[in-house]
């Protein structure tokens, strides 16, 4: 199942403000008969490697080694935490309770003989040799896998013998305390954006939140899609933390409680989904899911219209092609036809209403694009080439190429992406490239590209060039070429 990136400020812009979501209210407020209770005690509870009867669980807390706490386990996800704490700090106060106190910081055990298929809570919280508890209680959900061999009852699967539309899915179960909804536009922490959702939420379960395309919906694979998704995101975390060395865990891009996010969204129909995601970047379990919503085409404002149509690009070294800019996505997007005279294979090149400028950028082009003078099948980029000859392939990223714009005077040009930007490649053209067998080959000398290490003239054209000729001279230094990393 195809799932849209979160968008980046997802996982970052919520970071700032999860020292003030963590706080939580101390049980023993108040109380002076127990100066030697640690009530800053805060305490994090992890599940992983969840099982049809078994799950790991991590406690770990910010105290020392001489505070107490109380784990519970309990099937009873539904009632007030509060309630069951109280309950499990006189059991244990009464003497009616087979677990004991425990004090390391950083606790793992692996809970066994559960129930296949069965939702669970397990609570950590402070609780003292005489039964007080104190500090911040910590919990965590979770579903076991459901037998392959069906349930109890006798149904398949595990998810009452039912094709999808069921609670329980493939192991992942349906969680009445998130409701997700599309809103259109909102406002997150003071800026707006086109496309917000919110999760209202009732629990103290994280999770992320992402967009699938409504017809790729398929609660069948839901499981499948939640391992990738919180695959992805651990990835996203590291390299965040590399780029722009940072420290920042996965638990920091997770939300908890009623939140909201935004996302870059094409014309199309959706869904939102909320993955339960623990602080491992393991996939809880649980999930929510909203009605399915349309983002509707917008009407293309005047500014868009202009680029519409014939230009010729026109290099500093005098080479030029004549490309027909055509509407993909309004105000959004254009397809580019005609460079280096292919017409069949379009590049998309992105629109900036704001800025009113086109960026070229690196791309798959094509898949399985046949290319009859070769009598082959191959897969087509548009990549950029620098100043030394190298070019930069798409294994990182894509990346900015060229940047087109309105002067001052009116006249539209294009310059090199990222000029000012120091340590960004210095592009100075951009090309079509075959990929056969492993190698890559080029179907334009350099020579003859339109070069912009200054600025590409870039006017309405006179009149339609004809398509070049493709040649098949492999380019050997490409193959070892750089890759752009951590720079875009």
């Not at 005047?302 to 004549?322: F, H, Q, V």
């Not at 055509?326 to 005279?341: A, K």
């Not at 798959?364 to 070019?391: H, R, S």
């Amino acid at each position: 199942m195809n799932v849209l990136k979160i968008h980046m400020r997802t996982a970052m812009a919520a970071l700032a403000v999860l020292a003030g979501l963590s706080a939580c209210q101390d049980p023993n407020e108040g109380k002076v008969d127990e100066p030697t209770l640690n009530e800053a005690l805060e305490l994090a509870v992890d599940v992983e490697d969840i099982a049809y009867t078994s799950a790991k669980i991590k406690v770990t807390h910010n105290g020392d080694k001489n505070d107490t706490w109380f784990g519970l386990l309990t099937e009873d996800v539904k009632a007030d935490e509060d309630a069951l704490i109280n309950a499990a700090a006189k059991a244990y106060a009464d003497g009616e309770s087979s677990e004991g106190l425990r004090k390391s910081k950083s606790y793992v055990t692996v809970l066994k003989e559960l129930k296949p298929g069965t939702s669970y809570k397990y609570i950590a919280f402070g609780l003292s040799a005489d039964g007080t508890v104190y500090g911040c209680p910590a919990s965590v959900e979770f579903v076991t896998i459901a037998s392959a061999g069906g349930d109890e009852g006798g149904n398949e699967g595990g998810n009452g013998g039912n094709e999808g539309g069921d609670e329980e899915v493939k192991y992942m179960k349906l969680n009445p305390a998130w409701t997700v909804t599309y809103g259109g536009e909102g406002v997150i922490d003071g800026t707006e954006y086109d496309h917000v959702v919110t999760v209202n939420s009732t629990d103290n379960n994280a999770y992320a939140i992402t967009i699938v395309y409504a017809s790729l919906w398929d609660e069948n694979v839901l499981l499948e899609m939640a391992n990738e998704f919180a695959a992805d995101l651990v990835a996203y975390v590291e390299e965040f933390n590399q780029v722009n060395g940072t420290a920042f865990t996965v638990a920091d891009a997770l939300f908890k409680g009623t939140a909201m996010d935004a996302f870059d969204l094409y014309p199309g129909y959706y869904r939102a989904v909320a993955l339960g995601i623990t602080s491992q970047g393991k996939v809880s379990g649980l999930y929510a899911v909203s009605d399915v919503f349309e983002v509707k085409e917008q009407v293309p404002t005047e500014e868009y219209k202009a680029w519409l149509g014939d230009w010729t690009i026109k290099g500093d070294n005098g080479k030029d092609y004549t490309v027909t800019l055509s509407r993909h996505v309004n105000n959004r997007s254009f397809w580019m036809f005609g460079w280096e005279g292919f017409e069949d294979i379009p590049v998309d090149v992105e629109y900036s209403q704001e800025r009113n400028d086109l960026t070229f950028y690196a791309q798959l082009v094509q898949k399985d694009y046949y290319i009859q003078e070769a009598e082959t099948t191959c897969n087509m980029y548009f990549f950029g080439v620098d100043e030394n000859g190298d070019f930069y392939d798409i294994q990182e990223g894509e990346y900015g190429i060229a940047i087109a714009g309105v002067l001052d005077d009116g006249a539209r040009a294009l310059v090199r992406y990222g000029v000012n930007q120091p340590g960004y490649p210095k592009f100075s053209s951009m090309f079509y490239c075959a990929e056969i067998g492993g190698e890559y080959y080029y179907f334009t000398e350099d020579t003859e590209l339109p070069s912009f290490r200054g600025i590409a003239e870039m006017s309405p054209a006179a009149a339609t060039v004809a398509k070049s000729l493709v040649k098949k001279a492999p380019r050997n230094e490409m193959i070892a070429a750089k890759s752009v990393i951590n720079k875009f």
